[in-house]
């Protein structure tokens, strides 16, 4: 068993890497630039939300007020009737990347120390290179990718775009599990 806090360095490592390889992904390689679509009459559409008020936060539509309302004659007409969706405002201005990149390397750090804590818990120093690969590997895929899938199967995100970001988590965690590798006490 190999403690935590003794995993300090591939922890830290591990999470720069992955932050350079995220930022080499959305700027170099770009294939997530078709990820979002533009809306057809986006101007209107946009009118519409601004005078309709509508703060920032997460909204589905049409959303009923309970579960009994669901089988109402005038709920399934809604539905029948469209759009139905799901949607995020986000607060007006341009995007506060300082901040978004610090949650997101806050979020790497996260992932790395659960690899770090599977993986401790699991093999002790010493441990083969492949051993620690294939542990720091599978823990850090977990929590780069498994999750994306609730997105396509709950709220009909194209699976073009799961998929994509799954592959994403894999690389990363390809190069968390080879950090881990690299690293690993003796």
């Known amino acids: 068993m190999v403690p935590v806090m003794s995993l300090w360095l591939p922890i830290l490592l591990a999470s720069?890497?992955?932050f350079i390889l995220s930022s080499l992904i959305h700027t170099v390689?770009?294939?997530h630039n078709r990820d979002f679509a533009q809306l057809p009459?986006?101007?209107a559409v946009m009118d519409a939300i601004?005078?309709?008020g509508v703060e920032p936060g997460d909204y589905a539509f049409p959303r009923p007020a309970n579960h009994r309302e669901m089988k109402t004659?005038?709920?399934v007409e809604k539905l029948t009737r469209g759009p139905v969706g799901f949607m995020t405002i986000m607060r007006s201005g341009p995007p506060s990347m300082g901040g978004s990149l610090s949650q997101w390397f806050v979020y790497l750090i996260v992932v790395s120390i659960f690899a770090a804590y599977i993986t401790g818990r699991a093999l002790g120093p010493g441990a083969e290179y492949l051993h620690v690969f294939r542990f720091a590997g599978a823990a850090s895929f977990m929590g780069y990718a498994l999750a994306h899938a609730q997105g396509s199967i709950w709220f009909g995100r194209r699976w073009r775009v799961t998929l994509l970001s799954m592959f994403d988590g894999l690389i990363y965690a390809l190069f968390t599990a080879g950090v881990f590798g690299?690293?690993?006490p003796a």
């Open 29 to 31: 390689l770009q294939y």
């Open 50 to 52: 601004r005078n309709a």
């Open 182 to 184: 690299w690293l690993w």
């Open 16 to 18: 720069v890497v992955v």
């Open 41 to 43: 009459a986006e101007d």
């Open 73 to 75: 004659p005038e709920f």
